[in-house]
């Protein structure tokens, strides 16, 4: 993930089918969550728009909505079951990691139109 412009990384975008996920979306880096197996709990019903991208689709992105807030229970690095609450950019790129890990990207959450254009315009990017 730190070799990467990003906050987050699913294990199966590296081609390691486990279901595992970092993220870090401190401002001086260095507290990055390690999770395996990670689920939402709770999820707050006040939305938050943030951009995003990913490293599997270069070159492009789209603003999502998300909650703001979600709860996520997940093992932690000892191997012990724990609950943690995330907020803002931290909760928004635990729900990405998740969806990568459940094989969906960020774009299957625009509407058709949006998402086919993203897609023609990473298929331009793509060929130039």
């Known amino acids: 993930m730190e070799a ?6 699913a294990a199966n975008q590296i081609g390691v089918l486990q279901r595992l ?38 070159g492009v992105s789209a603003k999502i909505t998300r909650p703001r807030a979600v709860t996520v229970r997940f093992l932690n690095a000892q191997g012990e079951v724990e ?5 803002g950019l931290w909760a928004t790129s635990v729900q990405h990691q998740i969806d990568h890990l459940n094989g969906r990207m960020y774009f299957d959450r625009l509407s058709k139109v949006k998402r086919d254009m993203l897609l023609r315009k990473a298929r331009k990017a793509g060929t130039s």
């Open 21 to 58: 996920a970092v993220v870090d979306a401190s401002s001086e880096r260095g507290q990055a969550v390690r999770m395996a197996n990670p689920e939402v709990l709770h999820a707050s019903v006040e939305p938050r728009d943030h951009e995003e991208a990913s490293p599997n689709l270069p």
């Open 4 to 9: 990467m412009p990003g906050v987050g990384l």
């Open 83 to 87: 609950e943690r609450d995330f907020v």
